[in-house]
Each structure stands twice: as C-alpha cells, then as structure tokens.
C-alpha cells in the first residue's frame, strides 16, 4: 500500500519561508515523478513544481522562490518556500506518478497516481 505522508507548513508573514516535506513508503522504486500542487479556497488544484528524473519544473509564479528537491534514499520530497506571499496561502499536496512526464506534461493533476493528506500553508500581511 503505497502513502504519501506530509509534513511541515504553517503560518509565517509576507516574506518568511516554509519547507514541506512528503514521505512516501510502499513505492516498488523511487517516485520517477514527484510534485507539489496547491488549492486556495474556492480555486482548484493548482501545480507548483515537480521534480523528475527529467527535470524541474515550476509554475511561473514561484520561479526564483520555491525550491523542489528529492532525497531518493528516503523517498522524500522536499518544497522549500521563500519570500513567501499573502497569494501563496492554500493546502498544499504531494504527489507522485509512477513514470515520467516532461515540463508541461507535469502540470496536470490527473496524471498522479498518489496522493499525500494536504498541510495548509497562510501567509499573511
């Protein structure tokens, strides 16, 4: 049975910074596509950054601000968050797929095969 268990995130103000952490366990070989999405309230699932053994890839709104990075011994995934915005605010979701996908091909949520539980993530002003 595969999980996808998360941790880390909170509340900081405008500019601080945040990591989240996923966990997966059950996983036959290292996610070969991991990803962070988000969903504000009353807004749908939105991509933030995947790492896969293609690449890297962000949405443009937290290029340069957001870091994505894996620790493939323990299965982890990590989304260091910096300068963070009021606009930032939502929960946030691991994700993995199991098989590559390439820049926008990433982007989707259906193309994830597991889930994590979600952390909420508020910034203020």
């Known amino acids: 049975q595969v999980q996808l ?3 880390g995130g909170g509340s900081v103000q405008t500019g601080g910074s945040l990591r989240l952490t996923c966990t997966a366990s059950g996983l036959a070989d290292s996610g070969y596509s991991m990803a962070w999405f988000r969903q504000a309230p009353g807004k749908g699932r ?4 995947a790492d896969t053994w293609l690449g890297k890839y962000y949405v443009d709104n937290v290029k340069g601000r957001f870091a994505i990075s894996r ?3 323990n299965n982890t995934v990590i989304l260091q968050m910096d300068s963070l915005k009021p606009e930032d605010t939502a929960i946030y979701y691991c994700a993995d ?15 994830y095969d597991y889930w994590g539980q979600g952390t909420q993530v508020t910034v203020s002003s």
């Open 71 to 73: 620790d493939n011994n």
């Open 46 to 49: 939105e991509f933030v950054a």
């Open 97 to 111: 797929r199991n098989y590559f996908c390439y820049d926008s091909g990433c982007y989707s949520a259906s193309v």
């Open 5 to 7: 268990v998360q941790s």
